[in-house]
């Protein structure tokens, strides 16, 4: 017997057709959800009282979801997370790196299409998320989607309109669900220590995508203003950026006020690789941090966790350059 519980945040999987669009509506989802008792499966669901569309996701519904599953981990043998798709690899990296320790799956799914659509893909996305829900051997944050099953610290949405909503760029599969059912176990995470949760606070991380023209000034002079937190930069390529000064001095004064910079790349595949070329040294030099092949999502998240954690600067900026969630390769370069 299998005892997993879901958490209905939102999402379009839930909505239905209104005036002026697609619309939560409350009770339609666990109501559907009968459709998957059986014998031995115990499905516990908690509605949120606000259901949402996932652009609207905040610090406070990321805090109420670490607290349920924190709450509510001992009693279950694994946890349906049903979110929007806009955020979904946001709320996936978070997740990950709030939970260390997690020995228990956390499976992140929702759909495309409504389930009240003929063509849903609500259908074999819930299913997908219960059966890897049920496996004692995922001790991750992982999404399953499309028939897939995705790292969360490693998931991106590709694609606003086809099934194939998501993909992780940099890393493997961990399963892959057709006729039969794949696990590629050979890259699931081993379980690492105890359950030590974090519920994230409110921090500030800045992220930077850095374009030809005005950009490097203007993200140069945004950081020299920014007066807590972190920040992320989006570089070109493996990790470049131009040689421009206000940009450099930005950082170099953020970084003096102990804000963090993670340095990540545009392209969906590749990682930052200090020193591939010449053009990545200056920001290296004035202190930037290389985030290797991180998604921007899980940059966000882990910043967000690590902000969150009293813990001191230098163990901070040493986990920076560490996977703490296998959200990303940190090779030799750091
Ligand atoms: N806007 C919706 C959401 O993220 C999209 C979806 O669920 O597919 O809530």
Redesign the pocket.
């Known amino acids: 017997m299998k005892n997993i519980l879901v958490l209905y945040t939102?999402?379009?999987?839930g909505?239905d057709y209104a005036e002026g669009g697609?619309r939560p509506v409350p009770g339609l989802l666990p109501s559907l959800l009968e459709r998957f008792h059986r014998p031995d499966l115990t499905l516990q669901v908690i509605e949120y009282p606000r259901l949402?569309?996932?652009?609207?996701i905040t610090l406070e519904h990321w805090q109420q979801l670490v607290g349920d599953l924190v709450q509510h981990y001992p009693h279950h043998d694994g946890f349906v997370v049903i979110?929007?798709?806009?955020?979904?690899a946001y709320t996936a990296s978070l997740l990950a790196f709030a939970l260390p320790g997690l020995a228990k799956p956390v499976v992140v799914t929702?759909?495309?299409l409504p389930l009240v659509h003929p063509r849903s893909d609500g259908w074999s996305n819930l299913a997908d998320a219960l059966e890897a829900a049920c496996q004692p051997e995922l001790n991750e944050v992982v999404i399953a989607f499309d028939r897939l099953l995705l790292r969360g610290s490693r998931a991106r949405k590709l694609d606003a309109s086809g099934f194939r909503?998501f993909g992780s760029p940099n890393a493997p599969l961990l399963g892959e669900f057709g006729i039969d059912t794949h696990w590629h176990r050979q890259h699931w995470l081993a379980p690492s220590g105890e359950f030590a949760p974090v519920t994230p606070r409110e921090v500030v991380v800045s992220c930077h995508f850095l374009m030809p023209g005005a950009m490097p000034s203007l993200i140069g002079k945004a950081l020299e203003a920014q007066a807590t937190g972190a920040a992320i930069l989006m570089s070109y390529g493996n990790g470049n950026a131009p040689e421009d000064p206000v940009l450099l001095a930005g950082i170099r004064a953020a970084t003096a006020r102990g804000i963090d910079i993670v340095n990540l790349t545009q392209v969906v595949h590749g990682a930052v690789e200090v020193g591939a070329y010449a053009a990545s040294g200056p920001l290296a030099e004035a202190g930037v941090i290389s985030g290797a092949d991180m998604t921007p999502e899980a940059a966000l998240a882990k910043l967000t966790v690590m902000l969150s954690m009293d813990i001191d600067r230098n163990e901070r900026r040493k986990r920076l350059t560490m996977a703490m969630a296998g959200e990303a390769d940190f090779g030799g370069h750091h």
Not at 10 to 13: A, D, K, R
Not at 52 to 56: F, Q, V, Y
Not at 83 to 88: I, K, L, R, S
């Open positions: 939102g999402g379009t999987i909505m697609l949402i569309d996932s652009s609207a979110h929007g798709t806009d955020t979904m929702g759909s495309q909503g």
